[in-house]
């Protein structure tokens, strides 16, 4: 199964029309992964983070810019990385000597 059939199902879409854009959010994703953690590639482990992030772009389309928005009485705050992601990103980071 791939990343985009994953990540549609997550979102409880099958809209194709929408699939240049999910690809978007994936490649988005994964380089955000590869430049916090210093890699080349992604290991094969971080996929659902990866996916996990995506969702969150997706989720949080017309957002951005923004670290919080209220609207009739709800509030909606955005960590730029939830705590729980940055734990296990935590785990595959590649230390730099300087």
Same mark, same amino acid.
């Given at each position: 199964?791939?990343?985009?059939?994953?990540?549609?199902?997550? &979102?409880?879409?099958?809209?194709? =029309? +929408?699939? !240049?854009?999910?690809? *978007?959010?994936?490649?988005? #994703?994964?380089?955000?992964?590869?430049?916090?953690?210093?890699?080349?590639? $992604?290991? !094969?482990? &971080?996929?659902?983070?990866? &996916?996990?992030? =995506?969702?969150? +772009?997706?989720?949080?389309?017309?957002?951005?810019? !923004?670290? #919080?928005?209220? !609207?009739?009485?709800?509030? $909606?705050? =955005? *960590?730029?990385?939830? *705590? =729980?992601?940055?734990?296990?990103?935590?785990?595959?980071?590649?230390?730099?000597?300087?």
């Amino acid at each position: 199964m791939t990343n985009l059939t994953t990540l549609k199902r997550r &979102l409880g879409t099958d809209d194709e =029309a +929408g699939d !240049e854009l999910f690809v *978007d959010l994936l490649c988005d #994703a994964e380089n955000y992964v590869l430049g916090y953690t210093g890699r080349s590639t $992604v290991p !094969e482990r &971080l996929n659902g983070v990866v &996916l996990e992030l =995506a969702a969150i +772009g997706y989720n949080r389309l017309g957002m951005q810019g !923004e670290s #919080a928005h209220s !609207e009739g009485g709800v509030a $909606v705050s =955005a *960590d730029s990385l939830p *705590d =729980a992601l940055r734990k296990v990103l935590d785990r595959y980071r590649i230390a730099r000597v300087v």
